[in-house]
């Protein structure tokens, strides 16, 4: 559905450019989205979800990952902690996600990150293993982002706690390329292109 | 500031970045939760906020809200919970430096569970580790507190 209003939206707006066009210079036309702008925003925007402080939350099975130098290849986060019986994304009785992580990140070398909220994304906004047209699709797709507009993906990326502390990590730990006001303008960028996938 | 530990309060004059643990074992004289790694890695600094099992050895206590038990605060008019009775009949303890994380954890997941498989106690307790590998002890102890606790209700 939405997909049809887009490439209905789409299509005035071609013709509202192609109409002008008539009337100034009818030998040109300039299309009102630009594909390769389009492609090189989300070529951003993956930067980000596919790099480790974000993907290694959003995964397919029960466990959140680990990686970083000290780790060496990525790894099950450790003491079997799990996304929870009950699919919360926030762990088991007994072992939350906020028994060891809290509302910022620990001080201490190795010592556990934290943000509000700290929990698993849910299980169908998977991007860990994921190729970049795989996740673009993901993005795109309500029934898989929350029920989101690109616009409103794009707000939570700039605006939510948990998704920030993807580029304040803490000590021992990369963060996540750029920032989050720009991955909100990369995504709006692309939006405005037409949201373009990359070929599989 | 102000806590609520074990039924009372207790004014703490600290950095607000202190971990709750030197709070309580250095300021407070509770020295039941036991500093083991400092870096939430192994679970016996364990104490209950609201109900919830936390590390306190990396929890600010800045940051903490809520009524905190300890493993001192768990028995009632000098009855032991029905988790530490358990832990005494099943003699879960070998060297004994983990178990009050353990029962903490433990008593979080009965509050929650109440009659856990073992898989349930596997996802719960994982965090809590026991250098003894007291882990069969620990399994039958909580078995048998759910039994005890479903026997009363």
Redesign the interface.
């Known amino acids: 559905m939405r997909r049809a209003i887009l490439l209905t939206v789409t299509a005035m707006l071609l013709g509202g450019v192609a109409g002008a066009q008539e009337a100034a210079a009818p030998s040109t036309e300039a299309p009102a989205v630009d594909p390769a702008a389009g492609l090189a925003a989300w070529q951003d925007v993956y930067a980000v979800f596919s790099h480790p402080r974000c993907a290694n939350c959003h995964v397919e099975d029960d466990h959140p990952r680990w990686s970083g130098a000290h780790y060496g290849e990525t790894r099950i986060h450790a003491f079997n902690v799990m996304r929870g019986a009950d699919g919360s994304g926030f762990g088991n009785p007994g072992l939350r996600c906020t028994t060891c992580h809290f509302d910022s990140n620990s001080n201490v070398l190795h010592g556990p990150p934290g943000a509000p909220g700290w929990h698993l994304a849910p299980v169908e906004m998977v991007w860990f293993g994921k190729s970049s047209p795989e996740i673009c699709a993901q993005i795109k797709d309500p029934g898989r982002n929350g029920g989101r507009t690109i616009s409103e993906v794009a707000e939570h990326v700039r605006d939510d706690a948990l998704v920030g502390w993807g580029w304040a990590p803490g000590p021992g730990r990369e963060p996540a390329p750029r920032s989050a006001e720009e991955t909100f303008a990369a995504l709006e960028r692309w939006n405005a292109a037409g949201a373009p996938c990359p070929a599989e | 500031m102000r806590l609520t530990v074990d039924g009372k309060q207790i004014e703490i004059d600290a950095d607000p970045?202190m971990p709750l643990l030197w709070a309580l074992r250095d300021l407070a004289g509770i020295l039941g939760p036991k500093f083991g790694c400092?870096?939430?890695?192994c679970g016996a600094c364990?104490v209950l906020i609201d109900g919830?099992?936390?590390?306190s050895c990396?929890?600010?206590i800045g940051?903490v809200e809520g009524e905190i038990v300890t493993i001192e605060g768990l028995a009632r008019d000098g009855t032991l919970s029905v988790v530490q009775q358990a832990w005494l009949d099943e003699q879960v303890a070998q060297c004994g430096y983990c178990q009050a994380g353990q029962i903490m954890?433990?008593t979080?997941?009965l509050?929650?569970?109440e009659n856990p498989t073992d898989e349930?106690i596997?996802?719960?307790?994982?965090?809590n580790l026991c250098r003894c590998g007291t882990y069969p002890r620990i399994r039958a102890a909580i078995k048998r507190a759910a039994a005890t606790k479903l026997a009363r209700a």
Not at chain 2, 52 to 55: A, M
Not at chain 2, 122 to 127: F, K, L, P, Q
């Open positions: 970045d400092g870096i939430a890695a364990t919830s099992p936390v590390r990396v929890l600010p940051g954890s433990a979080a997941l509050d929650e569970i349930d596997d996802n719960a307790m994982s965090g």
